[in-house]
């Protein structure tokens, strides 16, 4: 498309222009006309952070360059018109180059163009929500000849340089830029970015990992529909609402959200902003701004707005931004970072020395197959060769056993050494501290935070209650650490909470020295930076146990780039497998073996019938569209059946459906039926570490299309749950016709004919289900 000049009110000169059409003259209109070499940038930013176009602009001259769409980064590799547009203005150290937020384009421009800036300034520090709050730009123009009301800035940047910025918006962004920037009055304190030393390997792996976590970003929902109680209370305060589940609980808000009430009253239903004055537990303090009667009823309550970034979260962001200030010497010096991300530029490690000889010592009723007991060698080794250990744990090989038994005998064999052990969910750690409980080693120390605990999961703490630290209780000084810890050199914590601020005093008594995390797999490998950076001085060892045929980090189905620490190639081919699984009975155990281990996994377990895997075909099953979502009430109704059996049979055991809407409509229903409800009812991606004896499996598809049947890993994590047996729930025709590939197609077609029950013959086999 050839270029067309526009003029806009105020008399800016404004070019369009396609990328692969744009020429040095384009460009020389805005270098001539920029008044003491000031030039303005503003982007707008696609859904996977590439640009959509790209605004320069002077005091009088504005080009817009469109850009085509990107579907791979070409870092290093820019093209011809993007190499004219470095060399000219970005690079081009004459000019001064303006942004609100430079940090982001600057490794949007690295990342997905190949392309460098120098003498770039940024108006705004770095912004980990990614959104453009209006006192945060009110502070950015202050002292400038001009006044910019707050509501013109608010809607100027109102799609936050997003996809839905109009042409006019980008163009006023970018000249207020570069007036902004180049006024002698500002009050706004410009943070220098430049990229144009940056080593190329470094710059184009930390370029990737920051567009990485801005894709997330935008992963999350920007409403939340929030599960609470019917019943509410008015009172002087406002309205009191109780949340009934902790995934979409009401929260403190974060700055930009709010609260949303669908009320129905007097015969009418409408909706009623509010705002959130206080969070207790379930509870929340809420004040409508308009009056509720107390013969109302609430249909919904929905949270509008992102949430807020976690500490990790931003941590990581503003090491980034620090890298381009030329600030930061991790990539360059550390060596964990090396292992990890550079091995090219991998130097000797120095010697670390314990202070006695580390060797294996096991607890009481601890035996160790011949894979476990390697992997224990590896996790107390300090050889260089092994200051960074890969352990790959199939499901129910024993990896919470193998951390036991390895944090046990570090702290048993060293007397100095400290040992951390955490994972990427609350539920996994709690895991790892019944194991240690369960091994009789109870001189650890697990750290929990106090929005998940209180009011929430403290069933889930019993069993290790004595060893409980709640985040709200942490001291601020060492002296009070050292009365807490009680002289334990375990602890136990999630990865983010690791980076919380006050955890300060427990890690300067405790230094982080071996850092063992499970759940690896699920961890995006660019969430460890901050925190080898934060502990860099301490860090002496670093080992990774997961499972990359299990759960991938949140939002790989999306993003296809993320990476856990099991893709990078060169760590996982030394990874140490854990070959031997203790949870499944054989048929089921051979089967995940040959389908997703390549027949390495072994399987030791005494029960060896076939049967201990059913199929239960439930007739006259149809999937019906929930939202964005799936359920089926004929298969619930087929759960409920068989809950209400397994409870008279005393068993225990969990049920587990791939979909959101089915799971809240099985967990009401036993509810509803004075079944046991609590910790009943689970997605697969809440039940990755779990197990139970026996599985009720709902597929909840029955048409023409897989679904969530066509993710393997997720389909393992729901196939390999079990200790006694799994009884599945589904369309006969479905899973031999349209899922007939699938994992679970694959495991009916192996059992074979006999593997299937019709439903009307439930209450027949009573207690022979698996007989």
Same mark, same amino acid.
């Given at each position: 498309m050839p270029s067309s000049t526009l003029l806009l009110a105020g008399g800016l000169e404004v070019q369009v222009v396609d990328q692969s059409q744009l020429k040095r003259h384009h460009?020389?209109?805005?270098?001539?006309?920029?008044?003491?070499?000031?030039?303005?940038?503003?982007?707008?930013? &696609?859904?996977?952070?590439?640009?959509?176009?790209?605004?320069?602009?002077?005091?009088?001259?504005?080009?817009?360059?469109?850009?085509?769409?990107?579907?791979?980064?070409?870092a290093g590799k820019s093209s011809k018109p993007q190499k004219l547009l470095e060399d000219a203005v970005l690079l081009n150290d004459s000019y001064t180059k303006y942004a609100f937020l430079m940090d982001k384009l600057a490794f949007t421009l690295a990342h997905w163009y190949g392309?460098?800036?120098?003498?770039?300034?940024?108006?705004?520090?770095?912004?980990?929500?990614?959104?453009?709050?209006?006192?945060?730009?009110?502070? @950015?123009? $202050?002292?400038?000849?001009?006044?910019?009301?707050?509501?013109?800035?608010?809607?100027?940047?109102?799609?936050?340089?997003?996809?839905?910025?109009?042409q006019d918006d980008t163009v006023c962004q970018a000249w207020l830029a570069q007036h902004v920037g180049?006024?002698?009055?500002?009050?706004?304190? #410009?943070?220098?970015?430049?990229?144009?030393?940056?080593?190329?390997?470094?710059?184009?792996?930390?370029?990737? #990992?920051?567009?990485? @976590?801005?894709?997330?970003?935008? /992963?999350?929902?920007?409403?939340?529909?929030?599960? =609470?109680?019917?019943?509410?209370?008015?009172?002087?305060g406002g309205l009191d609402l109780t949340s009934a589940r902790f995934k979409t609980r009401i929260t403190q808000p974060s700055p930009g959200q709010s609260l949303e009430i669908k009320v129905s009253q007097g015969g009418q239903q409408f909706n009623i902003s509010a705002r959130t004055k206080k969070v207790e537990g379930r509870g929340a303090k809420i004040a409508p701004s308009k009056?509720?009667?107390?013969? @109302?009823?609430?249909?919904?309550? $929905?949270?509008?707005?992102?949430?807020?970034?976690?500490?990790?979260? &931003?941590?990581?962001?503003?090491?980034?931004?620090? /890298?381009?200030?030329?600030?930061?010497?991790?990539?360059?010096?550390?060596?964990?970072?090396?292992?990890?991300?550079?091995?090219?530029?991998?130097?000797?490690?120095?010697?670390?020395?314990?202070?006695?000889?580390?060797?294996?010592?096991?607890?009481?009723?601890?035996? #160790?197959?011949?894979?476990?007991?390697q992997a224990v060698? @590896?996790?107390?080794?300090?050889?260089?060769?092994?200051?960074?250990?890969? =352990?790959?744990?199939?499901?129910?090989?024993?990896?919470?056993?193998?951390?036991?038994?390895?944090?046990?005998?570090?702290v048993k064999s060293d007397l100095t050494a400290t040992v951390w052990l955490v994972a990427h969910s609350n539920v996994a750690v709690k895991n790892i501290a019944e194991k240690l409980v369960q091994s009789n080693f109870l001189d650890f120390k697990i750290v929990v935070s106090k929005e998940f605990h209180f009011d929430w999961h403290e069933h889930l703490y019993q069993k290790v209650e004595p060893n409980l630290i709640r985040t709200d209780s942490l001291p601020r000084d060492t002296l009070a650490a050292h009365r807490l810890l009680l002289g334990s050199r375990v602890i136990l914590s999630t990865l983010s909470n690791l980076l919380n601020q006050t955890m300060s005093?427990?890690?300067?008594?405790?230094? =982080?020295?071996?850092?063992?995390?499970?759940?690896?797999s699920q961890i995006d490998v660019g969430d460890y930076l901050p925190v080898i950076n934060r502990f860099q001085h301490t860090l002496e060892k670093l080992v990774f146990i997961g499972d990359d045929k299990q759960l991938a980090p949140y939002g790989y189905e999306q993003i296809k780039e993320l990476e856990s620490i099991f893709e990078k190639r060169h760590l996982r081919v030394d990874a140490i497998l854990l070959d031997t699984q203790y949870r499944m009975p054989l048929a089921i155990g051979k089967f995940i073996s040959k389908h997703v281990y390549e027949g390495r996994l072994k399987t030791n377990h005494p029960l060896t019938s076939p049967k201990t895997c059913r199929f239960v075909h439930v007739k006259g099953t149809q999937e019906e569209r929930k939202g964005h979502s799936w359920v089926n009430y004929r298969e619930a109704a087929m759960v409920i059946s068989l809950s209400r059996l397994m $409870?008279?049979?005393?068993?225990?055991?969990?049920?587990?459906t791939p979909y959101d809407p089915q799971r809240s409509f099985i967990e009401n229903e036993l509810k509803r039926e004075k079944l046991p409800h609590d910790d009943k009812v689970f997605n697969v991606d809440s039940f990755q570490g779990n197990e139970a004896d026996y599985i009720i499996v709902s597929l909840v598809r029955s048409g023409t299309k897989l679904g969530f049947l066509q993710e393997q890993r997720r389909a393992n994590v729901m196939l390999t749950r079990c200790k006694k047996g799994m009884i599945i729930c589904t369309s006969r025709p479905f899973v031999e016709g349209v899922a007939c590939d699938s994992l679970v197609g694959k495991l009916a077609e192996t059992l074979g004919p006999e593997a299937w029950i019709s439903s009307t013959r439930i209450a027949q086999i009573g207690g022979r289900l698996f007989k």
């Open positions: 460009i020389q209109r805005i270098l001539d006309s920029a008044d003491d070499n000031c030039i303005g940038l503003a982007p707008v930013y &696609g859904p996977n952070v590439a640009l959509t176009s790209f605004t320069l602009a002077s005091n009088s001259h504005a080009l817009v360059i469109r850009f085509s769409r990107v579907k791979h980064s070409v392309v460098r800036v120098s003498s770039a300034l940024s108006l705004l520090p770095p912004q980990p929500t990614d959104t453009f709050l209006p006192l945060h730009l009110e502070s @950015a123009v $202050k002292g400038t000849s001009r006044t910019f009301p707050k509501g013109v800035l608010t809607e100027l940047f109102s799609d936050h340089e997003g996809k839905g910025t109009c180049g006024s002698h009055t500002t009050e706004s304190t #410009l943070i220098a970015y430049d990229s144009s030393s940056i080593d190329a390997l470094h710059l184009e792996e930390s370029s990737k #990992l920051y567009c990485l @976590a801005l894709q997330l970003r935008h /992963l999350k929902p920007d409403v939340v529909k929030n599960d =609470i109680n019917k019943d509410f209370k008015l009172g002087k009056v509720i009667s107390s013969s @109302a009823s609430i249909i919904h309550v $929905k949270t509008i707005g992102r949430e807020a970034p976690t500490t990790a979260e &931003g941590l990581r962001h503003r090491l980034f931004a620090d /890298l381009l200030k030329g600030g930061v010497t991790l990539l360059d010096k550390d060596r964990f970072v090396q292992t990890i991300f550079f091995p090219e530029y991998l130097s000797p490690w120095p010697s670390v020395t314990a202070s006695r000889p580390r060797r294996v010592v096991l607890a009481d009723r601890t035996i #160790l197959n011949d894979s476990q007991a060698e @590896a996790i107390i080794s300090l050889e260089a060769r092994r200051r960074v250990v890969l =352990i790959h744990g199939p499901p129910g090989t024993g990896k919470t056993t193998v951390i036991a038994a390895g944090a046990h005998s570090i005093s427990i890690t300067l008594v405790a230094p =982080i020295r071996t850092l063992i995390v499970d759940e690896a $409870k008279q049979l005393g068993w225990s055991f969990r049920i587990i």
